[in-house]
Each structure stands twice: as structure tokens, then as C-alpha cells.
């Protein structure tokens, strides 16, 4: 580390702990209004979960920002929030900073040069501009008040390679605002942690309990081995033995435990909810462009062309070989038998309903979204100032509140960040 020693007491305006998304964003705001500005982060570098986002493309927000998205449903808020930062003001934050954005499908927006990098460099640029000054390799570990102010006691940490690391070194961090930007438990193995959360009990805050959301789904049945690696657009039924949950569409992807792909993680906060009251079942469309009348036409007339000839020579060039056997398995129909008109009804329902039954989540070493957390009732929308103690700021992850795959939770990880930062940036400590 760099500047002043580590060990000695440091009096900032505003210190943000976490330099994720919202911490980053935070940060520049509050020093853009003035304020001294620490960031601490227990990374190597800021902004390590962010570089990740999107496959290292960094889906950074979405044309189609609505309370809709969000989960569990908190419209009144919410509206409350974009009221107050709408979303095109977002797009001029990142415009000011030198970003070109292009538009994929869904209304997703990313770097023009589908670099995750490039939104991470500048924003460090900005920073480096306004010169905040950021600590890393430095976890916050407590927090507490004294005169009106924040203690935050934190920790040096060791890079996980450097094995010759000298004992852990502490020190006080003051400020009269603090901003709680820690992200969620999602993606340990670069980051996440439940850090904030503890420091939110602490302090009073009531937590929700905290579960992996936007998470591929665990199947199950042994059949999934033999589809690993299938990759198909379909539309997802999300249904109970009793009632519809939800429908999705887009990509599928077939892995050795289960389901993965963008419709699935659309699905997967909802499914794993259900199943924590019962069976869950996601049904599989793989032929949405065709009603199943149409589709038993097709396959009735496409085996009589092939007759006399086995059924693997009828499927080829239908659809993926490894979806149509087993499809053709649940109809009992025999791979090499010859192919016959009869075999089109249930061919087609099992290609239009492909049942699979959910037993869970890979958790959050593959969660992109942490769900639960700070009790939005004590967060005030306009700011994301606390109502339970003055100069308190809860940002992003750490919030009650997540949204779809798509660029949502990235957005309003900014808009909480932006929002938290002008203000923690103009007040004056009591």
C-alpha cells in the first residue's frame, strides 16, 4: 500500500467500503461533491467482481429498466428510486466518463468494445482524477460510532498466493459519513463474502436471509449427462404440480447437473423458491414456432418420407440428435426401429413439454446474484441514506432486492452508488 502508514488513524469525509459497482460509483460522486473520499476493498484490484459480468463483456445496464424486473416486488420503492435517478441519467454518467455502448438483444447494453476492463478503467481513471484514494488489499472488519462519527476498524490482507505474508495489520478508518457498498456473497472465489451483511446486523439493520439468485439449476435425473454440452433457444414453463410460475425464452444449456443459459437463469430466483415450498418443474418448448397440432403434421409427414428407414436417420437435421433421443425415450419410441407416422404425437409432446424436475442450485460459487439482505423499509429510496442511523449509506448487492439477468443489477448497483454519493458527498457530519 501506498500514502499514509497503515497503521495510523485516517480522518476522511466519506469512507465506502467495497469497490465494486456501486462503491466505485459512490465514490466518484461524493468526490465529485466534494468530500474526501477512502475506499477500502479486500481485493487486489477494485472492480475484480465487475471484470467478470457478462462473460468479461459487462452487460452494464439495460433500454428497458422497470420496477418489473426486480425481486421480491417493491414497485413503490423503486419507482421512488428511478424518480430520482431515472435511467438515461445513468447512461450520461458512463457517456461523461468516455463510454461507447452498443445495444444487444433484450435491450442489453454493454462496451462497444465488449470489455468488461474498459468500464473498470474508467471509472478508476475518474477516480484517480479526483484523487480518491483507494486501499486495497484492506478489509473492513467492524464499524462503530463515536461523536458522530464512523470508526471503521479494518484489516491488511494477505494476496491468497503470497504465502510469506507478514502478520494481519489493523487500523482506524474515521469519517462522518460511511458508505456500506460490500457486495454480496456471490462468486467467492473472487470476492463475495457475507461481510457486509454481518456489519449491517451489527450496526441494527434487520437482514434478510441471504440465498444465490440468477444461478444455474441442478436437475434432476441421470439423462442431463448425456445432453451436457446441448445449447438451444426453447421456452422455459416454471410450474408446480398444481399451478404456472413463470415463462421465459431464450438460450438453454445442457450441463453434467443440470440447466444453465440465460432463460434458465431468468427462471432460477422463482424456481428455487418453489421448490423450498415443494416438487418444481421446469417444462422445455424446444419448438415454440409451432403450435402442436403443426408440429405432429410435420413429424407424421416427415416419417412417412422416411419410411422403411430407422428413426436416428428420421431425426437428423430436426433438431440437436442428443434433445431427440431423449425426447424419443420419453415417447417409447426405439431409436433404431424404423421410423412411422405413429410415432408423431408423442414425439411432439415431448418435444413441446420436455419435463425436468429441479433439486437445487450449484449455489453461490456460480450465483451471479446474491437475493436478500438489508430490509429496503429502513433504507430511504431517494438517497439510500439509512433511517435508522444519520451518514449511513447501504448500496447494490447488499440490498433486499435483485433483479434479472440482463443488466439490472448492475444498474441499480450504479443507481444506489450515484444516489449515495451525492449525498453522502454534500451533508456535513452532526
Known amino acids: 500500500m501506498t500514502g499514509r502508514p497503515f497503521n495510523m488513524e485516517n480522518k476522511f469525509d466519506v469512507i465506502v467500503i467495497g469497490a465494486g459497482a456501486s462503491g466505485l460509483a459512490a465514490a466518484i460522486e461524493a468526490a465529485r461533491a466534494g468530500a474526501s473520499v477512502l475506499v477500502l476493498e479486500k481485493n487486489h484490484v477494485p472492480g475484480r467482481k465487475l471484470l467478470s ?116 495489520q489493523k487500523a482506524i478508518f474515521r469519517a462522518g459519513r460511511l458508505i456500506l457498498a460490500a457486495g454480496g456473497a456471490a462468486y467467492p472465489q473472487i470476492g463475495g463474502g457475507s461481510g457486509g451483511y454481518r456489519i449491517l446486523r451489527e450496526l441494527g439493520h434487520a437482514v434478510a436471509e441471504i440465498s444465490p439468485a440468477v444461478v444455474p439449476l441442478r436437475i434432476k435425473g441421470n439423462f442431463v449427462k448425456e445432453m451436457e454440452g446441448v445449447r438451444l433457444d426453447a421456452v422455459l414453463t416454471l410450474r408446480t404440480e398444481n399451478s404456472f410460475l413463470a415463462k421465459t425464452a431464450g438460450e438453454l444449456l445442457f450441463t453434467s447437473y443440470g440447466i444453465s443459459g440465460p432463460a434458465v437463469l431468468d427462471l432460477s430466483r422463482a424456481a428455487l423458491s418453489a421448490l423450498a415450498e415443494g ?15 403443426e408440429l405432429e403434421r410435420l413429424l407424421a409427414e416427415r416419417a412417412a418420407s422416411f419410411s422403411g428407414r430407422p428413426f436416428r436417420h428420421f431425426t437428423c437435421g430436426l433438431l440437436n440428435g442428443k434433445v431427440i433421443r431423449a425426447a424419443a425415450a420419453r415417447a417409447g419410441i426405439d431409436w433404431d426401429a424404423p421410423a412411422l407416422p405413429g410415432c408423431a404425437p408423442g414425439l411432439a409432446a415431448a418435444l413441446k413439454s420436455f419435463t425436468l424436475e429441479a433439486a437445487g442450485s450449484l449455489g453461490f460459487e456460480d450465483a451471479m446474484v446474491t437475493a436478500g439482505g438489508c430490509a429496503l423499509s429502513e433504507v430511504n429510496p431517494q438517497d439510500f441514506a439509512s433511517r435508522k442511523i444519520k451518514g449511513l449509506y447501504v448500496t447494490g448487492e447488499l440490498l433486499d432486492l435483485d433483479g434479472d439477468s440482463g443488466g439490472y443489477n448492475l444498474h441499480l448497483a450504479w443507481t444506489s452508488g450515484i444516489l449515495a454519493g451525492r449525498s453522502a458527498g454534500r451533508k456535513q457530519p452532526a
Open 53 to 168: 459480468t457478462g462473460s468479461g463483456k459487462c452487460n452494464f445496464s439495460n433500454l428497458e429498466i422497470k420496477p418489473s424486473a426486480y425481486h421480491p416486488p417493491r414497485p413503490a420503492f423503486l419507482k421512488k428510486v428511478f424518480s430520482s435517478l431515472p435511467p438515461a441519467e445513468v447512461l450520461s454518467f458512463f457517456k461523461e466518463l468516455g463510454l461507447l455502448w452498443t445495444e444487444r438483444e433484450k435491450g442489453r447494453l454493454f462496451p462497444r468494445s465488449l470489455k468488461a476492463q474498459d468500464i473498470a478503467n474508467l471509472l478508476l481513471n475518474q477516480l484517480e482524477l479526483l484523487k480518491v484514494r483507494i486501499q486495497t488489499l484492506t478489509e473492513a472488519r467492524s464499524v462503530s460510532m463515536e461523536n458522530g462519527s464512523f470508526l471503521v476498524e479494518a484489516e491488511k490482507t494477505a494476496p491468497k498466493w503470497d504465502k510469506s505474508a507478514s502478520p494481519a
Open 279 to 293: 416438487p418444481a418443474f421446469i417444462e422445455a418448448d424446444f419448438f415454440p414456432d409451432y403450435k402442436t397440432p
